[in-house]
């Protein structure tokens, strides 16, 4: 008999990530030029100031990492008004989820996702063989009421997304409060806000300033959008003292390379690109809206440094023929929505190619 996975690990449909550009190449056989606008990444690429530190660390590469990460620690520490005790790094936010989920979540417990959200909250949580009550979005927007209605006082995690990803809706802080209140402090209430540092709303909560209120809250940031380290892979975890020194447990030593805190370090000094990418995003916001009104494409109006376009169409042909002309973006079937595309705001040029190929896809 060969080895079987167990039934909650074969019920889980793998997480399907944005096509790598030489991937694309690869298959299509394409000469040109492609853009990849499919995994929110920052079209500008890193700060400087940040390749610069990088590179000064390779020098030091055959050394293990600062298994604590005192020095960036430290630093957003300060920057957060948070003590260094309140911070869990991870591979990535995503690895922040699981460690979450693997400290409070045993086989057979409740947690409550919304349908329609992140899609590894849901795997993290099959990982467990947790029993998930999938709440749907109402009008692209997390439904806080009936998510909350959903919690009881056996449910030990409910995960949020601010702003959604892949909708780019935002949830404000009345709206927000007004849930805490209704979540028992014995389950740990999630808020991933990958997408903040976009965010412009003066309604948006202070999550970070709210957690002194909320002992059971723990809020996730991380340096793959706007930092635009991605491919170094660093996020991090914020909270109450206590529930952080239980999730510190299950993190695997040397977790954030020696490279990635190096670089972290250094994009956190550097407000110049900080806000060169902001304004990047919202101008090629504003264009896009522009384009996909022009184009009868209706799209949800988003907080984040992507949109969700629907050209009420099956998307998978729409995805195949913009890739044949060097355009990827993401379908979210996965995500339960048919006929939209997740896009990736990008530089003046790659969003006039967007929709330069949308239109002559969406004509034939």
């Known amino acids: 008999m060969k080895p079987q996975a167990r039934p909650n690990i074969q019920s889980i449909s793998p997480y399907i990530p944005g096509k790598p550009i030489e991937e694309v190449r690869r298959e299509l056989g394409i000469k040109g030029q492609i853009i990849k606008l499919a995994s929110n990444e920052n079209p500008l690429g890193p700060s400087p100031l940040a390749v610069k530190a990088l590179r000064k660390s390779l020098k030091e590469i055959n050394l293990y990492p600062d298994d604590g990460c005192f020095a960036l620690g430290k630093r ?15 591979n990535g936010s995503v690895d922040v989820i699981e460690f979450i989920t693997k ?13 329609g959200a992140f899609i590894m909250y849901k795997i993290a949580a099959r990982m467990a063989d947790a029993r998930p009550s999938l709440i749907p979005l ?10 909350a209605a959903a919690v009881t006082p056996q449910t030990k995690v409910v995960y949020i997304a601010n702003p959604n990803n892949p ?3 935002m949830l404000n802080e009345t709206q927000v409060k007004a849930f805490m209140q209704k979540v028992p402090e014995s389950c740990v209430a999630v808020f991933d806000e990958a997408y903040l540092e976009y965010i412009d709303r003066p309604d ?5 300033k709210l957690l002194k209120d909320w002992p059971n809250a723990i809020v996730l940031h991380t340096f793959s959008k706007i930092y635009g380290l991605a491919g170094l892979r660093v996020g991090y975890g914020v909270g109450n003292p206590e529930l952080i020194s239980q999730i ?4 695997l030593p040397f977790n954030i390379s020696l490279t990635g805190q190096a670089a972290c370090l250094a994009a956190l000094d550097d407000a110049k690109h ?6 990047l995003n919202v101008e090629g916001k504003e264009y896009l809206y522009k384009q996909f009104q022009a184009l009868g494409i209706s799209y949800v109006p988003s907080e984040g440094n992507f949109i969700l376009i629907d050209p009420k169409t099956d998307s ?24 939209e595309l997740r896009v990736t705001i990008g530089t003046a040029r790659q969003n006039k190619k967007l929709i330069i190929s949308l239109k002559k896809v969406l004509k034939d």
Do not use: C, W
């Open 76 to 90: 957003l520490a300060a920057s957060l008004g948070v003590n260094e005790d309140q911070l869990i790094f991870g």
């Open 103 to 115: 400290t409070f979540v045993a086989p057979g417990d409740h947690v409550v996702i919304a349908e």
């Open 138 to 147: 109402k009008n692209y927007v997390h439904d806080l009421e009936a998510m």
């Open 167 to 169: 909708t780019g809706t």
């Open 204 to 208: 948006f909560p202070d999550t970070i």
């Open 248 to 251: 510190r447990k299950v993190r």
């Open 274 to 279: 900080l806000a060169k990418s902001k304004r």
């Open 316 to 339: 998978q042909p729409v995805f195949s023929a913009l890739q044949k002309l060097g355009v990827i973006v993401r379908p979210v079937k996965n995500y339960g929505y048919q006929t």
